[in-house]
Nanobody
């Protein structure tokens, strides 16, 4: 019923860019806060960016000025534009959907690998 499908990961050189996409189904997309999280090897999962149903955006300090989150409600898709990538950005990136209406719910995508290496 509910699916969050991520794409756009891959290998990029330091300073390069990638655009991640997360397309959803089975949720009322317009009412969900959408977020991107990542887990690097040996580290805990951390929030990278999120965007609420009203368009409010939050970023982790480590990515401010480099990453941009956006959403297209018509396409039920959230994006993460990643610029000026650094080796420390290397991680598996996960899409998250959260809603408190009509009931509390949270869903996760399968993850997409981002590798930053020269």
């Amino acid at each position: 019923q509910v699916q969050l499908v991520e794409s756009g990961g891959g290998l990029v050189q330091p300073g390069g860019s990638l655009r991640l996409s997360c397309t959803t189904s089975g949720i009322i997309f317009s009412t969900n806060t959408m977020g991107w999280y990542r887990r690097a090897p040996g580290k805990e999962r951390e929030m990278v960016a999120n965007i609420t149903s009203g368009g409010s955006i939050n970023y982790a300090d480590s990515v401010k000025g480099r990453f941009t989150i956006s959403r297209d409600n018509a396409k039920h898709t959230v994006y993460l534009q990643m610029n000026s990538l650094k080796p420390e950005d290397m991680a598996v990136y996960y899409c998250n959907a959260y809603s408190n209406w009509p009931l509390r719910s949270e869903y996760w995508g399968q993850g997409t690998q981002v590798t930053v290496s020269s």
